[in-house]
């Protein structure tokens, strides 16, 4: 039996095909948006990216077919803009908004309805098939699905010894079970931005990705002349992160130990990973501070060797480091 989904569904998931086959029966039009009654959306869509790219989530659901459109909009708009650190940003802050809403539906909707979620979502998308217990409290999927996706995260909660495991199933609850999804859904609205070809867009809609562009630039100017004096390995995450993309924990305290070491403030630090898609300052700021050693255990972290980094898979040595055996001596013995 086909799952029908309303207005409400759509608008909370608007990357679902079922969101762009509802406004073309709608009979929308990108030529609308040139209408002056149409200034809302603009405003609406410029203001998701911004959310966005700030780390935020963009929680706006009080007009259903409003939302669906503004959605669309903003795809077209990023996609303008042309920033790839920015469209990383803000393809997270969408996974994570609909991550906020799939949880909260996990844990209120009936069993018919979370399969249904299931089928949509997590199996149409992502091929990811599954179950809900019996008494409708926990979720399982396979051991083999789980491990695929959970071989990322770094927290020790997610290794496998810490989970419940039976007859080849992970048990999770309803944040666990979505948070297994995010990172695919952040993939997708950003392959989905790549693929789009741009039409003859609206003024409006040039007119406000150009406002937007001009405000976001000043948050990435600095990669261009920031990087050209640090180590390989330090200078690869700097490049790393100027793309727009996350890096592992490992590469993330060597970055930030290396930056303490060399006398870079907490601010100036915690900065510099503004750019990471999953970046929230908060947090960001205590890892800093507990690195620094002002806060948690009061202790000092220092620069991991050569030695690590390379078992790591963070050592990007070229001949300039010859003879040394940590990052903080690139660039004394020249000198």
């Known amino acids: 039996m086909p799952i029908r989904l309303g207005t409400g569904d759509l608008a909370r998931y608007p990357f679902l095909n079922e969101a762009g086959e509802y406004l073309r029966q709608s009979g929308f039009g990108w030529e609308e948006l040139d209408r002056p009654d149409m200034k809302d959306i603009i405003e609406r869509a410029a203001d998701r990216i911004r959310t966005g790219v700030d780390g935020r989530v963009y929680d706006k659901l009080d007009r ?3 939302e669906i459109i ?3 909009v903003t795809l077209i708009m990023v996609k303008s803009i042309g920033m790839e650190p920015a469209l990383k940003k803000y393809a997270l802050a969408e996974a994570r908004r609909a991550e906020k809403f799939l949880t909260e539906d996990l844990k209120k909707q009936n069993e018919a309805q979370k399969r249904a979620l299931f089928e949509k979502i997590f199996y149409d998308l992502f091929g990811l098939a599954i179950d809900v217990t019996e008494d409708g409290r926990l979720f399982k999927v396979k051991a083999t699905d789980y491990l695929m996706r959970s071989s990322h995260f770094h927290e020790q909660e997610w ?8 007859k080849g199933h992970v048990y999770l609850d309803a944040d666990e079970t979505v948070r297994l999804v995010r990172s695919e859904l952040a993939v997708l609205i950003t392959s989905r931005v790549h693929a789009m070809s741009l039409p003859a867009l609206p003024t409006a809609i040039k007119d406000k990705a150009e406002e937007l562009r001009t405000a ?5 100017e600095y990669r261009a002349h920031a990087v050209t004096e640090y180590p390989p390995c330090i200078k690869h995450a700097l490049e790393v992160m100027g793309r727009g993309e996350n890096l592992p924990h490992s590469a993330r305290l060597m970055l930030a130990t ?3 070491a060399i006398g870079k403030s907490n601010d100036e630090i915690v900065e510099m990973f503004k750019s990471a898609p999953d970046y929230n300052e908060r947090i960001t700021r205590y890892q800093v501070e507990h690195l620094a050693g002002t806060k948690g255990s009061r202790t000092k972290y220092s620069v991991p060797s050569c030695d690590k980094l390379r078992t790591e898979n963070l050592c990007f040595a070229t001949s300039d480091c010859a003879g040394i055996i940590n990052p903080i001596q690139f660039g004394r013995r020249r000198k």
């Open 216 to 220: 976001l630039a000043p948050r990435y």
């Open 70 to 72: 503004t959605f669309l």
């Open 159 to 166: 290794k496998m010894i810490n989970r419940l495991v039976s």
């Open 258 to 260: 290396y930056m303490l």
């Open 64 to 66: 259903y077919e409003t």
